[in-house]
């Protein structure tokens, strides 16, 4: 879709002249981006158009568009949500070109860019910079929109949910007007879509707040369960970055403890045949097979927990540490509890489980539980 210059307002035009417009950027039936599934492929919908703009500028025709045909709009990023959050049989908006980088300033340690840059550029960018983000969860193929408008969290007592990085916002509402949001600027506008899901505009580009770019050094050990709800806040302030996978057959958990550091990097040495043919193939064989014999997925989590080692340490570019391979989809789900609620809610889960265990019949969840930790913050729908 190319806008002739200056561009015609959408409400002007006639509806044939919309579907002209907007004929370029609408994707095949055929085309396999038309569909949508999220990663872990257990939602899937199909949607009455699929949309791929390249320049935000073509949004307002789509708006104006679907607004005629009485259609909803839904924007769609990588998909990595565990819900159904971007199914739709209305009109979607993918987003994967809308990705530019708008403005990096080194000095004061913020970019601008647009809301579909998938967070894998996004560090390339930044590193070519000197710069990265402060914390990440543990992967990077989602856009920066989907972060925000979800509330994604990394770990660290001190570190909020990614939205509270977020300097500003421009926000896309159905009328076309982009409103730009911040703090000090639409303030409700601001705290609402930092959480959104969605629901209060489409977010075109987003100002965020990064810092010097820095290597993690992170320790990891084994630790019994016990030991890790008695010394739970000695662990979580430990580091600045701490997590915990629990292993509930086993007993025992893996405590990660990653510190910032400038230190040469010492990634983890890799290892075909233990990290993809052992850790990778045939646990997810082990995995696919209990979901019909639930009696071996305790023993998987033995072995899984065995692979780790009792301990070690990595030291790399943030955004590694941060980052893990999953590897395999996965059926995830997520809780948030207050801190001070932590010990008894483990403590319940786990007689829970245990009791699960007794029954033959009972559940056998797979592996891990992780537990992360994530400062307070003010956003409206914020976990």
Known sequence: MSLPHPPPSPASCSTDDLHRLLATIELSSSSPQASFSNW??????????TYMPTDSRQLPFIFELARREGSTVRPAGSGHSPSDLACTNGVMVRTDKLDKVLEVNREKEYVVVE???????????????DLAMSNLGSISDQTIAGIVTTATHGTGIQFGVIPTMVLALDV???????????????????????CGLGATGFIVAVTLKVERAFRLRERRKVV??????????????AAEHPKLWWFPSTGKMRYFAADRTYDPAEPPRANWFWDMFVGFHLVQLA???????????????????????EQGVVCDDSHRIFN???????YTTEWSIPYED??????????????????????????PIEIRFSEADDIWLSP
């Open 40 to 49: 872990a492929k257990t939602y899937h919908c199909k949607p009455s158009k």
């Open 115 to 129: 809301g579909g840059i998938s967070l894998h550029v996004l560090h390339v960018v930044l590193a070519e910079h």
């Open 172 to 194: 896309m509402l159905p009328t076309g007007q982009v409103l730009h949001c911040s703090d000090s600027e639409n303030r409700d506008l601001f705290q609402a879509s930092k």
């Open 224 to 237: 019994d369960f016990d030991t890790a709800i008695r010394d739970l806040d000695q662990l979580v302030a």
């Open 287 to 309: 995995l696919f097979l209990g979901r019909y014999f639930s009696w071996i997925v305790p023993y998987i989590g033995m072995v899984v927990l065995w692979l780790g080692g």
């Open 324 to 330: 893990l391979d999953c590897l395999f989809a996965q």
């Open 342 to 367: 932590t010990r008894a809610c483990l403590s319940e889960l786990k007689q829970w489980l245990d009791e699960e265990h007794q029954d033959p019949n009972g559940l056998r969840p797979h592996f």
